[in-house]
Nanobody, 124 residues
Framework: QVQLVESGGGLVQAGGSLRLSCAASRRTFSNYHMGWFRQAPGKEREFVAAISRSGGGTGYSDSVKGRFTISRDNAKNTVYLQMNSLKPEDTAVYYC?????????????????WGQGTQVTVSS
């Protein structure tokens, strides 16, 4: 079992930046690929970014590529999402998730553990 706690959300103006953090409870954090997903009101949860166990591999949705950066610090059991050039359409609840399978995935069904989410609101 892995418990995940997100932080760093808030209200920011368009063009601004935020850095989200997700702290994991287990020392075996490095055994998990990690992902960030988001869900806007009335919409389905969607993939944002993912990072491999070692941090050597990453993936991004087209909507955030070039603006968001995912990273991790296995010594601190933490994964980050640096969000720059934020747009109003980035407004959503952001969730981190852990995947214990072998491959790095971009779809929700592969992720076994989820945090409670942190709200990001981007004003125009």
């Amino acid at each position: 079992q892995v418990q995940l706690v997100e932080s760093g959300g808030g209200l920011v103006q368009a063009g601004g930046s935020l850095r989200l953090s997700c702290a994991a409870s287990r020392r075996t954090f490095s055994n998990y690929h990690m992902g960030w997903f988001r869900q806007a009101p009335g919409k389905e949860r969607e993939f944002v970014a993912a990072i491999s166990r070692s941090g050597g591999g990453t993936g991004y949705s087209d909507s955030v590529k070039g603006r968001f950066t995912i990273s991790r610090d296995n010594a601190k059991n933490t994964v980050y999402l640096q969000m720059n050039s934020l747009k109003p359409e980035d407004t959503a609840v952001y969730y981190c998730a852990a995947d214990r399978t072998a491959l790095l995935h971009t779809t929700l069904r592969w992720y076994d553990y989820w945090g409670q989410g942190t709200q990001v609101t981007v004003s125009s």
